[in-house]
């Protein structure tokens, strides 16, 4: 196999394999895809990130999304604390549901 070596100014060489000697079968549109489309989500991120400020923003957003949460840093006591809430949770559903049977009982 022949290899064709590349040379960056800014980097070391790199080395990639020559194309195939044979045609390819597949579809010019496989090939060479058209460029993708804007979506409605697309245009009004742009919008957005044209305003003044945006952008720190949205690197303020990501850096807080990247925090490590609650449940990561204190798993077992989490734990604890979610079992113990969703059992009170679970009693005053049931305690509800008792209440309203007794009510439409009458």
Do not use: C, H, Y
């Amino acid at each position: 196999m022949s290899t064709a070596r590349d040379t960056d100014a800014s980097g070391p060489v790199t080395v990639r394999p020559a194309p195939p000697a044979q045609p390819t079968l597949l579809p010019d549109w496989m090939r060479n895809p058209p460029p993708p489309r804007l979506t409605l989500g697309d245009r009004i991120a742009a919008g957005l990130l044209s305003i003044p400020g945006a952008p720190q923003v949205r690197r303020a957003w990501w850096a807080w999304q990247g925090r490590r949460r609650l449940s990561e840093r204190f798993p077992n006591s989490f734990k604890i604390v979610a079992f113990f809430a969703s059992w009170a949770l679970a009693l005053a559903m049931v305690l509800i549901a008792w209440g309203l049977f007794a009510l439409a009982m009458g």
